[in-house]
């Protein structure tokens, strides 16, 4: 009885170490393939693989990354000297074009790339400095003597205001609807943005915009927010 109990035992001890050695075998099978994986991506991939572990947005929506190219709008506007009119908001000259960008936070996905994209687009220093608007640009007379104003007013700062104008835009242009973006490929235009605040010594969005818009997490466009609780120019209520 007593041999047939340590027979027992010895089996339970190996059964016991196969599964761990088991256990240790799958584990080091994962990681050599990840580690294939790894030597399979392109130093690009890579690159934006890291850059998107460590960026603050780097899970957020587009709306959120779009939200945060308008705070960058704002904080260069505000380092133009423009003052927000907090009683009569409708006042400052940049109010209509920033509350149509704003906008971007809360239309419904496929609005954002239709109507506020085509409303947009009109307002772009591209279209509006264009001597020959594409068809789909078409600008009416009111809406391109304002927006001339607003930018020939503006003179030589718009060497950077002109780009952060257009960022928003673009990337809804380019990854809205495209369901092959990689999530780090848009983040080349904050960087874009983030790169031009600091080349003419603008400060960036204060931490507590980025606190917020790093919360609206999602893949693709994301659920709506209230996105002018992020702008000195747009109240929200």
């Given amino acids: 009885m007593t041999e047939k109990l340590g027979r027992v035992f010895l089996f339970g001890i190996a059964y016991v170490i196969m599964l761990a050695g088991m256990g240790v075998g799958i584990w080091l099978l994962c990681g050599l393939v990840g580690m294939g994986l790894e030597l399979l991506r ?12 460590r960026h603050p947005l780097g899970k957020a929506s587009l709306r959120a ?3 945060w190219l308008i705070c960058c709008l704002e904080e260069a506007l505000l380092a133009c000297g423009l003052e927000p009119y907090p009683d009569r908001p409708e006042d400052c000259p940049w109010y209509p074009l920033l509350a149509l960008l704003w906008q971007v936070t809360q239309w419904p996905a496929p609005m954002v790339a239709g109507e506020w994209l085509d409303q947009v687009g009109v307002f772009l220093p591209s279209v509006v400095f264009s001597c020959d608007p594409g068809p789909e640009e078409q600008i009416r007379p009111e809406q391109f003597a304002a927006a001339w104003a607003l ?14 104008i257009e960022l928003p835009a673009r990337l809804v242009r380019e990854y809205w609807d495209d369901p092959a973006a990689r999530p780090g490929d848009s983040l080349a235009l904050l960087e874009e943005a ?21 919360r609206q997490q999602s893949a693709g466009p994301g659920e709506g927010f209230v996105g002018q609780q992020c702008s000195y120019f747009v109240p929200w209520y």
Avoid: C, H
Wanted: charged fraction near 30%; avoid cysteine; charge should be positive.
């Fill in 42 to 53: 392109t130093p690009r991939e890579k690159k934006q693989s890291r850059a998107l572990r």
């Fill in 151 to 164: 930018y020939t007013g503006a003179g030589y700062r718009m060497s950077f205001l002109a780009p952060l």
């Fill in 194 to 214: 983030r790169r031009l605040l600091e080349d003419y010594g603008i400060p960036l969005p204060p931490g507590d915009r980025v606190d917020f818009l790093a």
């Fill in 65 to 67: 990354r779009a939200a």
